[in-house]
């Protein structure tokens, strides 16, 4: 969930793709495949803090549903894919020390963000992943992890979210291109990007939830923002890992961690918050803001928030709590 950097353009971006897939292509083709999902949690009731029940049984796979929007690169069919359980892992330094795997990966389905690893980081963060939504500005770093992305397990669906200028399909999309060129190197890879007309729903929402214009109010939707409403869409049951309640940065005895759990020496997370949230000149994510919006949804949806653990007990009056599916749009 970090701010918007500029993406590499023209041939010298294509070229980049090109030494960065050719590096790993035989690895990657020799890998085993995906992991084995574990057992899920028994309950989904939406009014009970209740934490994933272990179990030696494999999970029955959750039918799957067409979630239209989000599109293949290559046919520009839509995603299928449904999960009973979700655990949304976000790149919060709360989860340092938080030995929530076991929680995690019993999910049905492990979401992550960007370019956040779980390699060295299992005992926190888990081992699986099913789902990783990336930001177009984050592409570069995620090719350059190859192993933890692309050699770690042939099942992740990768879905990258971008400006309709680097998302284009008439040649000068320069991140589609780049996508293509990636799915082409390494066909086994389920690569997938958000709709224009989907993108411009999420902006929709964000209006709608909070009075707030997106481009007026000179704000980026964050990783974090795409990255809920398509578990949403996704999961039954979404259990989130490591997101703070919209409060948690007001209190001056709270614990100061990094902003990301991979960057223990990074800035703080309270700080980068309350940076972007006041912030007014220039293009800065409303961390807080959007906070604000998933606890309000929380109250009725099946979200559940741990480390920190919490739940919402009370309207957010700020937030309208008017949370419907996103129309799809192609």
Request: proline share 5%.
């Amino acid at each position: 969930m970090k701010m918007k950097i500029r993406v590499s353009q023209g041939v010298s971006g294509i070229i980049i793709v090109i030494a960065m897939v050719t590096s790993f292509m035989l690895v990657y083709n020799s890998s085993t495949g995906g992991s084995s999902s574990s057992s899920a949690t028994s309950s989904l009731s939406s009014h009970h803090f209740n934490r994933p029940v272990p179990s030696t049984s494999k999970p029955e796979r959750a039918p799957t549903s067409t979630l239209e929007g989000y599109t293949s690169v290559m046919d520009h069919k839509p995603l299928k894919m449904h999960c009973r359980t979700c655990a949304l892992v976000t790149s919060s330094g709360q989860l340092i020390g938080s030995k929530r795997s076991g929680e995690i990966d019993r999910a049905e389905c492990v979401i992550r963000m960007n370019d956040a690893p779980s390699i060295g980081y299992q005992q926190d963060v888990g081992h699986r992943t099913s789902l990783r939504v990336v930001a177009h500005s984050s592409l570069q770093r995620v090719l350059k992890s190859q192993q933890q992305f692309f050699n770690a397990s042939q099942e992740t669906v990768f879905i990258f979210w971008g400006p309709s200028s680097c998302m284009r399909r008439d040649g000068k999309g320069q991140v589609y291109n780049n996508l293509r060129l990636l799915k082409q190197l390494l066909p086994k890879l389920k690569v997938y990007i958000i709709s224009r007309i989907k993108m411009l729903k999420f902006d929709e929402l964000f209006k709608k939830e909070t009075g707030v214009d997106r481009k007026s109010s000179n704000s980026w939707l964050s990783t974090g923002w795409f990255t809920t409403i398509i578990a949403l869409e996704l999961c039954d049951r979404i259990n989130v890992f490591g997101m703070v309640p919209p409060d948690f940065c007001r209190s001056s005895s709270r614990p100061s961690v990094p902003y990301h759990y991979y960057e223990p020496s990074g800035p703080d997370e309270c700080s980068m918050y309350l940076t972007h949230e006041r912030s007014r000149r220039g293009s800065h994510h409303r961390f807080i803001t959007e906070k604000m919006v998933f606890a309000n949804w929380a109250r009725t949806l099946n979200i559940h928030f741990y480390q920190p653990d919490w739940k919402p007990a009370a309207v957010i009056a700020s937030t309208n709590n008017s949370y419907n599916r996103i129309p799809a749009g192609s």
